[in-house]
C-alpha cells in the first residue's frame, strides 16, 4: 500500500472518528434529553466508564472542524471574488469539482461512521453483560440514530471535501503559474536564437560565403 493511500485512510478516519463522536452525543441528548435521563442512558449503556475522556476528544474535533470550516469559507469567498472580477482562472480546481469531491468522501465517511456506532453500542451493552442489541440499536428509543448520523457525517465530508478543494485550486494555479513562466522563457530565448542566425547570414554574404547552419556554429 502506497504512503499516499495510507495517508488517504488515515484523513478519512479521523472524519469517521469526529463524526461518530459527535452522533454519538447527539442521539443520546436528542433521545434522552439532558439531565437524569441521558445520565441515567448513559450508565446502563456502559458508557460511564470512559465517557468523559471521550467528550474531550468530541470537543477537540468539533472545534478543529469548525476552525477549518471557517477558514475555508473565508478562503472561498475571496476566491469567488477573484473569480468574478476575472483575476483569477481556477482551470482543473474549479467550482464544479466540489461535488464530486463531497460525493466521494460522504460514502466512506457516512458508512464508517454507521458501521463504528453499531459496533461501539453493541461492544458497550456487551461489557454490562446484556445480550447484543444488534442493529436494534438504531431503532426502538434511538430511532434518531440513523438522520442523526446521516446528518453529521454529511456535516463533516463537507469540511472534507472543502479542504481538498482548496488543496486542487492551489495546486491547479501553481500548475498554470509554472506553465506561463515556462512559455514566457521560451519566446525569450527563440528571437535570441533567430537573431544568432540571420547575423551568421550576413556575415557570410558580407565575405562572400555562405553561413554555415546554427547547428553546426561551433563556438571559437
Given at each position: 500500500?502506497?504512503?499516499?493511500?495510507?495517508?488517504?485512510?488515515?484523513?478519512?478516519?479521523?472524519?469517521?472518528?469526529?463524526?461518530?463522536?459527535?452522533?454519538?452525543?447527539?442521539?443520546?441528548?436528542?433521545?434522552?434529553?439532558?439531565?437524569?435521563?441521558?445520565?441515567?442512558?448513559?450508565?446502563?449503556?456502559?458508557?460511564?466508564?470512559?465517557?468523559?475522556?471521550?467528550?474531550?476528544?468530541?470537543?477537540?474535533?468539533?472545534?478543529?472542524?469548525?476552525?477549518?470550516?471557517?477558514?475555508?469559507?473565508?478562503?472561498?469567498?475571496?476566491?469567488?471574488?477573484?473569480?468574478?472580477?476575472?483575476?483569477?482562472?481556477?482551470?482543473?480546481?474549479?467550482?464544479?469539482?466540489?461535488?464530486?469531491?463531497?460525493?466521494?468522501?460522504?460514502l466512506p465517511v457516512s458508512t464508517g461512521t454507521a458501521v463504528a456506532y453499531v459496533l461501539q453500542e453493541n461492544a458497550e451493552t456487551a461489557s454490562t453483560g446484556a445480550a447484543l442489541p444488534g442493529l436494534s440499536v438504531l431503532g426502538g428509543e434511538h430511532a434518531i440514530a440513523?438522520?442523526?448520523?446521516?446528518?453529521?457525517?454529511?456535516?463533516?465530508?463537507?469540511?472534507?471535501?472543502?479542504?481538498?478543494?482548496?488543496?486542487?485550486?492551489?495546486?491547479?494555479?501553481?500548475?498554470?503559474?509554472?506553465?506561463?513562466?515556462?512559455?514566457?522563457?521560451?519566446?525569450?530565448?527563440?528571437?535570441?536564437?533567430?537573431?544568432?542566425?540571420?547575423?551568421?547570414?550576413?556575415?557570410?554574404?558580407?565575405?562572400?560565403?555562405?553561413?554555415?547552419?546554427?547547428?553546426?556554429?561551433?563556438?571559437?
Amino acid at each position: 500500500m502506497t504512503g499516499r493511500r495510507l495517508r488517504t485512510l488515515a484523513i478519512r478516519g479521523v472524519f469517521v472518528l469526529g463524526s461518530l463522536a459527535l452522533s454519538h452525543e447527539l442521539i443520546y441528548l436528542l433521545a434522552h434529553g439532558f439531565g437524569d435521563g441521558y445520565a441515567s442512558a448513559m450508565r446502563e449503556g456502559g458508557h460511564d466508564r470512559y465517557w468523559t475522556s471521550f467528550l474531550l476528544v468530541v470537543a477537540v474535533v468539533t472545534s478543529g472542524l469548525a476552525i477549518v470550516a471557517v477558514t475555508q469559507f473565508r478562503r472561498l469567498h475571496r476566491l469567488a471574488a477573484g473569480v468574478q472580477s476575472g483575476s483569477v482562472r481556477l482551470g482543473d480546481g474549479g467550482l464544479d469539482r466540489f461535488p464530486d469531491l463531497l460525493r466521494r468522501l460522504l460514502l466512506p465517511v457516512s458508512t464508517g461512521t454507521a458501521v463504528a456506532y453499531v459496533l461501539q453500542e453493541n461492544a458497550e451493552t456487551a461489557s454490562t453483560g446484556a445480550a447484543l442489541p444488534g442493529l436494534s440499536v438504531l431503532g426502538g428509543e434511538h430511532a434518531i440514530a440513523v438522520p442523526v448520523l446521516l446528518a453529521v457525517s454529511l456535516a463533516v465530508a463537507v469540511v472534507g471535501a472543502l479542504v481538498g478543494w482548496r488543496r486542487e485550486v492551489l495546486l491547479a494555479r501553481i500548475r498554470a503559474a509554472a506553465g506561463g513562466r515556462r512559455r514566457v522563457a521560451a519566446r525569450v530565448l527563440r528571437p535570441a536564437f533567430a537573431s544568432d542566425r540571420s547575423t551568421g547570414r550576413c556575415e557570410g554574404r558580407r565575405h562572400g560565403v555562405r553561413a554555415p547552419p546554427g547547428g553546426l556554429t561551433q563556438p571559437a
